[in-house]
């Protein structure tokens, strides 16, 4: 749609989920962006459905989305702004849902011919030990660890390092089936980069590639988001038929999986230079520490170019 400095934009952030604070942030600074350019924004702590609704009374008629993790990126609350017919930054119900599930997301990468770590999804109703010994001795059989992650949350938040079958069960009875669905996934070495996208007049940019070298075991909660524990090498130190190949691959898989507007695809590098996708996020961070921002950079896009550039590609799916 058309966007100008009169049309009154909310930047909706924070929400209920695990990722709330770090949605807040994004939020301030793409709040903070959008006044520095001049636009008419407001700032919305989303924290029930009233405030959903609230936007009509408001005579709100863009939403910028920096919600992240569930109800915020799983599709709920696109669903909600498609109901009130306020377009929306980010993609659309269909492909915020497919893109949080990592289930739904590594059939759709086999599909396709794209290499995903093995994995298999633990739920309530196969939570028993016989299962969990007989997943635990197939995934761990090369390196004695496997990560155990769950179905449809963001920012690695509680995912798990697991380098025993006792340690496994352990965790297991520590997590909540009822509610969350999780996947035992097999664990492969490598260097893990990630692949940033956006949409830049209907066509689908790919920015320079970020190889991430956390000071922890992986790239967990603690390392995205704390200044200092994960050194950025940018660009990814990449053969150029690799680049390549993992530029395309990303562009195939974010379309397959419906997404658009912007989003990242995560991805580990074995030792035979074999890309393996991790997940999609179709509302990357935009904090002083997130990876798309810097990736911006990288290609001398500076922050407030970036939210413009998403800014105008709000629209409404249906």
Same mark, same amino acid.
């Given at each position: 749609?058309?966007?100008?400095?009169?049309?009154?934009?909310?930047?909706?952030?924070?929400?209920?989920?695990?990722e709330?604070?770090?949605?807040?942030?994004?939020?301030k600074?793409?709040?903070?962006?959008?006044q520095?350019?001049?636009?008419n924004?407001?700032?919305?702590?989303?924290?029930?459905?009233?405030?959903?609704l609230?936007?009509k009374?408001?005579?709100?008629?863009?939403?910028?989305?920096?919600?992240?993790?569930?109800?915020?990126?799983?599709?709920?609350?696109?669903?909600?702004?498609e109901?009130?017919?306020?377009?929306?930054?980010?993609?659309?119900?269909?492909?915020?849902?497919?893109?949080?599930?990592?289930?739904?997301?590594k059939?759709i990468?086999?599909?396709?011919?794209?290499?995903?770590?093995?994995?298999y999804?633990?739920?309530?109703?196969?939570?028993?030990?016989?299962?969990?010994?007989?997943?635990?001795?197939?995934?761990?059989?090369?390196n004695?660890?496997?990560?155990?992650?769950?179905?449809?949350?963001?920012?690695?938040?509680?995912?798990?390092?697991?380098?025993?079958?006792?340690?496994?069960?352990?965790?297991?009875?520590?997590?909540?089936l009822?509610?969350?669905?999780?996947?035992?996934?097999?664990?492969?070495?490598?260097?893990?980069?990630?692949?940033?996208?956006?949409?830049?007049?209907?066509?689908?940019? %790919?920015?320079?590639?970020?190889?991430?070298k956390p000071?922890?075991?992986?790239?967990?909660y603690?390392?995205?988001?704390?200044?200092?524990?994960?050194?950025?090498?940018?660009p990814?130190?990449?053969?150029?038929?690799?680049?390549?190949?993992?530029?395309?691959?990303?562009?195939?898989?974010?379309?397959?999986?419906?997404?658009?507007?912007?989003?990242?695809v995560d991805?580990?590098?074995d030792?035979?230079?074999?890309?393996?996708?991790?997940?999609?996020?179709?509302?990357?961070?935009?904090?002083?520490?997130?990876?798309?921002?810097?990736?911006?950079?990288?290609?001398?896009?500076?922050?407030?170019?970036? %939210?413009?550039?998403?800014?105008?590609?709000a629209k409404?799916?249906?």
């Amino acid at each position: 749609m058309d966007v100008n400095k009169k049309t009154k934009i909310a930047v909706l952030c924070g929400g209920i989920s695990e990722e709330k604070e770090i949605s807040l942030k994004s939020g301030k600074n793409c709040f903070n962006a959008l006044q520095r350019l001049g636009y008419n924004s407001i700032l919305v702590d989303v924290k029930s459905i009233e405030d959903l609704l609230d936007l009509k009374n408001k005579n709100i008629e863009i939403a910028f989305l920096v919600t992240h993790g569930r109800f915020g990126e799983d599709g709920t609350i696109q669903g909600v702004l498609e109901w009130m017919r306020i377009p929306y930054t980010g993609s659309s119900v269909l492909g915020s849902a497919l893109s949080m599930d990592k289930w739904l997301t590594k059939q759709i990468a086999r599909n396709n011919k794209i290499n995903v770590a093995n994995s298999y999804l633990l739920t309530s109703k196969n939570n028993n030990p016989s299962y969990i010994k007989k997943v635990w001795e197939e995934l761990s059989i090369k390196n004695n660890t496997i990560f155990l992650k769950p179905r449809d949350e963001g920012s690695s938040v509680n995912t798990f390092k697991i380098k025993s079958l006792s340690e496994l069960e352990e965790k297991i009875k520590k997590i909540n089936l009822l509610h969350l669905d999780y996947l035992m996934e097999e664990f492969i070495p490598g260097r893990e980069i990630t692949v940033s996208l956006i949409e830049v007049d209907g066509t689908l940019k %790919v920015l320079p590639i970020l190889e991430l070298k956390p000071k922890n075991e992986f790239y967990d909660y603690h390392a995205k988001y704390t200044k200092g524990m994960t050194e950025f090498i940018l660009p990814a130190n990449l053969d150029k038929n690799l680049e390549t190949t993992i530029a395309e691959t990303s562009k195939k898989i974010f379309y397959e999986i419906c997404c658009s507007s912007f989003g990242r695809v995560d991805y580990i590098i074995d030792e035979k230079d074999i890309p393996y996708l991790l997940e999609i996020n179709s509302l990357p961070g935009m904090t002083d520490t997130s990876d798309l921002p810097a990736q911006a950079a990288c290609a001398g896009i500076k922050y407030d170019e970036v %939210v413009e550039m998403v800014l105008k590609t709000a629209k409404l799916h249906k």
